[in-house]
């Protein structure tokens, strides 16, 4: 009884190209340049290292750390955004938990932590195993309490439908705008005065001074406005105009990799 | 998502309450939220069918086996798809969880939740026969504690209860009413919860170690403690095998009546149904028996609980619920048909 590996395969190519998308976002948006978004990199950086893990997962070949390894960094991932749940649900209750927001990606890091930290020894790993490929024979990895894998796996069927829905519906905007990031009339988008635009958008675009990008109301922290000096307009226009930045872009991603880790919880149940 | 939406809802905390600056994501009205737990439902069906079980030939064999306590003319059929699927495992499974995946995704993307309903439909009556023989229910052994009629029979209810159009005229005391009218939704309903009180009248649910060995058997492959949950449920049935079937069967009686109560009775009645397709999805279906590897989908349980809420009574204004715009898909939900 085994997976068959081209289907593996197709998976793990699924997870690379989300990992690409979000290598292609962090470039775009060159967080490591003081005020280029990278107080909100996170979100790139942790889609960025699970599609690399996750098509490592799937097919040996791919494989980049052991599994101890990733177990930490999405462990710190875990943290990371448990921490920025715990802040918007102070604010927001229950609320903070749906939606687009820090919930979904505590819940995939979550997720793999979990299938990294509780991932068996195959029992018995024939020389032909490879990756997952290997997971669907005799040599098949499991893992441990199995009750947490279904869990997992209804909470991320759950948000996929969930982003899928939000996705397709009209007018939306803000995380789910499919609109590609344009600049305001004011420039960039440090300016913390909110601005909307987007797909049919409820409200009429107004950014007074500050920009908007991805059809997002924008209101950029206060801390961040003060410091950072708008980059040179051809510059952001050119990175605005990156259609990689646009917010459907990480949704889907998002969508992606919810389907396949649900995909691989299930199979090493 | 966009960084700088990100960036303006971390910083909502700093500068107030959040709104807009959370981008528009409108609450769905009720049929469309259960509508997405119908598509979370076909997504997971399409994940498991995907597990390594289902492209060996024990899957071909296993369809093969509901052949068996069925007449000839639903039999042959099972027997020659069965024979189909373990020829080409491989590629036959690939396209049937490729096809419940897609189904999953165009259930829950607004401009193709019409015919990705229509086409679940559709699929489900063949899984329904080609896949678990009618549900076994006419073989004399089955019982709604096992999993009868069959989920996927019920996704195809469900799909049809959930179709996203209103019937014209006064507000529909409850979701399921608003495609096909109070009076359909109701018969049907009748019809599910009393055939499921039939069935658990059927000799093999009365014999008295009937329940016990049914629920007892579901332990096998399960993690410890599911298996230790399910041999002491089995322990509380044993040797009481009729006393169990009547009072259970009552119960659905209770529930397929309820739904013709006014009020706080049917609401009662609603609750009910959900207590009791929760127990049988915990204790006598195993969580669909997903742990010990192997299934193809929940079982009856999570469906029979989505279609119990979609008969929870409205407070006032009908199941319509407030005029939600980005609700309204391009398909139509939410337009009069």
């Known amino acids: ?52 893990a996750m098509a490592g997962t799937l097919t040996t070949g791919l494989r980049t750390l052991p599994d101890g390894a990733w177990a930490v960094v999405f462990g710190v991932l875990t943290a990371w955004f448990g921490c920025q749940v715990a802040r918007n649900g102070r604010r927001e209750g229950i609320r903070a938990l749906s939606g ?127 410091q950072e000096a708008p980059p040179a307009a051809s510059e952001t226009t050119a990175r605005a105009a990156s259609p990689v930045l646009a917010p459907w872009v990480t949704t889907s991603c998002r969508i992606a990799m919810g389907v396949t880790m649900a995909f691989m919880l299930i199979i090493m149940i | 998502m966009s ?71 639903v039999g042959r059929p099972i027997t020659w798809n069965a ?10 499974n690939a396209i049937f969880a490729t096809v419940q995946l897609l189904l999953g995704i165009g259930i829950a993307w607004r401009p193709a939740v019409r015919p990705a309903l229509a086409a679940s439909i559709a699929w489900a009556l063949g899984v329904w026969w080609l896949g678990e023989g009618l549900g076994m229910v006419l073989t004399p052994g089955t019982s709604p504690v096992t999993g009868a009629p069959g989920a996927v029979i019920l996704y195809a209810l469900l799909a049809v209860l959930l179709w996203p159009a209103d019937r014209p005229g006064p507000a529909a005391p409850f979701v399921a009413a608003r495609a096909v009218g109070a009076p359909v939704a109701r018969g049907l309903w009748l019809v599910l919860w009393l055939g499921l009180a039939y069935f658990a009248l059927q000799p093999a649910n009365r014999a008295p170690q009937g329940l016990h060995d049914m629920i007892a058997g579901m332990a096998h492959g399960e993690p410890g403690w599911l298996a230790a949950l399910e041999r002491n449920a089995a322990a509380l049935v044993a040797h009481q095998g009729l006393t169990a079937s009547i009072v259970l069967a ?43 590897g192997g299934s193809t989908d929940p079982n009856s349980g999570l469906p029979l609980i989505l279609l119990a809420l979609a008969y929870w009574p409205a407070r006032t204004a009908g199941a319509r619920g407030p005029d939600l715009s980005p609700a309204v898909s391009p398909a139509g939900e939410g337009a009069r048909s």
């Open chain 2, 83 to 92: 024979s189909l699927v373990q020829h080409h495992a491989v590629l036959v």
């Open chain 1, 100 to 226: 687009a927001r820090c919930a979904p990606h505590l819940v995939h890091s979550a997720a793999m932590l979990y299938m990294f930290a509780a991932v068996a020894t195959p029992a018995a790993s024939g020389p032909g195993a490879a990756g997952m490929g290997g997971m669907g024979g005799s040599g098949m990895q499991t893992l441990g309490l199995p009750i947490l894998a279904l869990i997992f796996a209804f909470l991320l069927v759950g948000y996929c439908v969930w982003d899928l829905d939000q996705l397709s519906g009209p007018g939306v905007t803000g995380h789910y705008s499919v609109a590609l990031p344009r600049v305001g009339p004011g420039g960039p988008a440090l300016a913390g005065i909110p601005a909307v635009t987007g797909i049919g958008t409820r409200a009429a675009a107004t950014a007074p001074a500050g920009g908007v990008v991805g059809g997002n109301t924008s209101t950029a922290p206060p801390a961040a406005t003060a």
């Open chain 2, 250 to 292: 009552a119960a659905l009686v209770l529930v397929a009546a309820g739904v013709y109560l006014p009020g706080r009775p049917a609401r009662g009645a609603v609750a009910l149904a959900i207590l009791v397709a929760a127990v049988l999805w915990v204790f006598g279906e195993a969580f669909g028996a997903i742990l010990a």
């Open chain 1, 1 to 52: 009884m085994t997976i068959p590996a081209w289907i593996l395969n197709v998976f793990a190519a699924v997870m690379l190209a989300v990992a690409a998308a979000s290598a292609a976002r962090l470039a775009a948006r060159r967080p490591w340049q003081r005020g280029r978004g990278a107080a909100v990199a996170d979100i790139d950086v942790a889609h960025l290292l699970m599609g690399v």
């Open chain 2, 3 to 73: 960084d700088f939406a990100v960036a303006a809802h971390r910083d909502a905390g700093r500068a107030g309450p959040a709104t807009e600056a959370d981008g528009v994501r409108a609450a769905p009205d009720a049929r469309r939220v259960l509508q997405l737990a119908l598509a979370g439902l076909w997504l997971l069906d399409g994940v498991l069918q995907y597990q390594a079980f289902m492209f060996s030939k024990g899957f071909g064999q296993m369809l093969a086996g509901t052949a068996s306590g069925n007449p000839g003319v």
